[in-house]
């Protein structure tokens, strides 16, 4: 099994629509993390968790939230869905020290 | 606030033609600077950690060193498998990661 699973791959939705991607992680690490990645502007942080009772904020939260379930279980919501909420999205995992471990991604599309 | 620009956004190179790629930053206090591959539609892997100015690392064709203002990937003889988005992050402290938007790297045979 890979070290972090997010579900699903692929999805297609409509605006307006509440969409939840999840992701959960057998590394045994505290800190959870939650990108966007569009064509030419990289890898942007929605939201990240060091702990399960600590969520905060990245740089583009708006239209997000989330929800740190267990120390393995982290899920990015959109409340509803927008077109230019369209991208590419990953969950990563990390202890303090070393680098992430990245899902394999969720592609979403928002008609 | 901690930055990093990754150069160039693109580069093309023939089969065995080695190169470079630049990861410059600004930072606090640099705590690691990391390396990671990526393949299209498929989540980033690690390369590699540098922790310290002269530091070096390596892996088959590549090479990572670290001097205080900049990182570079050196590509020695790139195959097509090579072919990847190439991104760096920065880690300062008790902050997550900030990446570099990448250099998309073409190995052409």
């Known amino acids: 099994d890979a070290d972090v699973t997010q579900t699903p791959r692929n999805r297609i939705t409509k605006t307006g629509k509440r969409i939840m991607l999840e992701c959960s992680q057998t590394?045994?690490?505290?800190?959870m993390y939650w990108y966007r990645q569009d064509p030419g502007l990289g890898l942007r942080l929605i939201y990240y968790s060091f702990d399960v009772k600590d969520i905060n904020k990245g740089e583009i939260s708006d239209g997000y939230s989330v929800s740190r379930q267990a120390q393995a279980k982290f899920s990015l919501s959109l409340e509803s869905a927008i077109p230019n909420q369209t991208a590419l999205y990953f969950c990563a995992t990390s202890d303090s020290v070393d680098g992430y471990t990245f899902g394999s991604g969720t592609r979403l599309t928002v008609v | 606030e901690d930055q990093v620009t990754q150069s160039p956004e693109a580069l093309r190179l023939q089969e065995g033609e080695s190169s470079s790629l630049n990861c410059s930053y600004t930072v606090s206090g640099l705590r690691g600077l990391f390396w990671y591959r990526q393949d299209p539609g498929k989540g980033p892997e690690f390369l590699f950690t540098l922790y310290s100015a002269g530091e070096e690392k390596e892996k088959e064709r590549l090479k990572a060193t670290l001097t205080k203002k900049e990182s570079f990937l050196h590509i020695t003889a790139p195959k097509p498998e090579d072919s990847a988005t190439y991104l760096c992050?920065?880690?300062?402290?008790?902050?997550?990661?900030?990446f570099g938007k990448g250099t998309r790297l073409s190995v052409i045979a």
């Open positions: 590394k045994g690490h505290d800190r």
């Open positions: 992050a920065l880690y300062s402290g008790n902050t997550p990661l900030v």
